[in-house]
């Protein structure tokens, strides 16, 4: 284990959120709010650490899958942990752990709070609130890649440990300008809505705010009612951004280099479209007596179908009053979630794709015994390595939501509750079915340590966690150094 590489990683991490919150105490500055002050001071000490930690250049700088799973697990820890002493410092949220849920909800896209009133927070703290999705949407060491100097092999397993979907690759031979080309993508995003929006009539505040959380598909809002508040042009606008940031975002680079044929012919995208126009039509159907008109309980119906399976979270209405049936397809949305290589959470498009392939072809090895199978996907047969690793984690996936479900009903009493709790938190979601606007705050403290870790577990995609929970990982270097003195 390369322990002075992950010490390096970790001081990096840490050194560039003291840079990142930097810009909420800007914010509490234009505003004049006494919080600038504390998101100053902690920041300066976040970027000292770094700088002093970063001395420290480990000699050997390659390492391999393992100590990229710990680094980027270790990173999501420390970066919500220290990401948190603001809220708590401050004192808009008093008690620690809920500091902690409500920032590790940022970092990982979910969109669970505690809090019960959004707007009654600081401009500064609302601006770090929702900027912590924009960090963590792309990955916080995707970033650091593009500008930090490792060698390719490290930064592989990292891309790997931190990336959503099945397999990872390289959009180009050097993994540090793939890693450039993702955020300078994803700015673009960022940029384009937060013009569109302020066209729309929101504020800059709102609009920076609600791009953050929209291209992170993260889901704080600013106000207690989500988008509910904001005009048809500005739902609409979100709908756009949800959809292209739910979306794999190496068909974009194919349609920068001019291949947009291979883009639009991409199988997860034509699925993924499918899937969530032919949900938004049913729900449609369902709901279109509550609304003044077609196109309304249309909007209304694609935005929470979007929402659900970008895995943003905002609503412009509280789906939990909905027939049954609405409520229902839209906690398999849940399951489903977003495309791989996007900023969304879930199971992904892809893997259901290939799991439905692989189980047609299991079909078909039992009506033709003699017959070869193999399981196809965008065009290319697939290893066996990648059909298996998406069987593994499916069974992962089932265990620990069976086990979180049964954690969480230890205290929370209402099955619809537990489940979609659950759900909302390891799919990085946000609300549950108890309604978009009801808040996590009066679940226990049991309750809330299972939700944090289902949500850095799903955004993390199960493995990187369980790694460090290896008794293996930590018990060998022990047993080496016992062996050496004896």
Known sequence: MNYPMIFYILVSVLEFEGIFMLLPAIVAGVYGEKQGVTYLIIAIVCIAIGLIGRRFKPKRDIFYSKEGFVSVSLSWIVLSFVGAIPFYVTGEIPCYLDAVFETISGFTTTGSTILRDVEVLSHGTLFWRSFTHWIGGMGVLVFIMAILPLSGSSSMHIMKAESPGPSVSKLVP???QTAKILYGIYMVFTVAEIIL???SGMS??????LSFGTVGTGGFGVLNSSIASYGAASQWIIILFMFICSVNFSLYYLILIKKP???LLSEELRWYVIIVMSSAVMITWYIHGRFDSLLESFRHALFQVLT?????GYSTVDFNVWPGFCRMLLVLLMFMGACAGSTGGGFKVSRIVIIAKTVRNEVKMITHPRSVQRVRAEGKQLTTDVVRRT???LGAYAFIVIVSVLLVSVHESDFTTAVTA??????NIGP???GVYSTFADCSVLSKVVLMADMLIGRLEIFPMLVILSPGLWTAPIKKMIKKTK
């Open 197 to 199: 929006l302020l066209i």
């Open 174 to 176: 050097k993994l540090r």
């Open 391 to 393: 069987l593994v984690y």
């Open 432 to 434: 549950g079915l108890n």
């Open 308 to 312: 659900v399976t970008s895995t943003t």
């Open 204 to 209: 800059w505040f709102e609009a920076m705010t």
């Open 261 to 263: 044929k291979e883009a």
């Open 422 to 427: 659950v759900m909302a938190t390891f799919n």
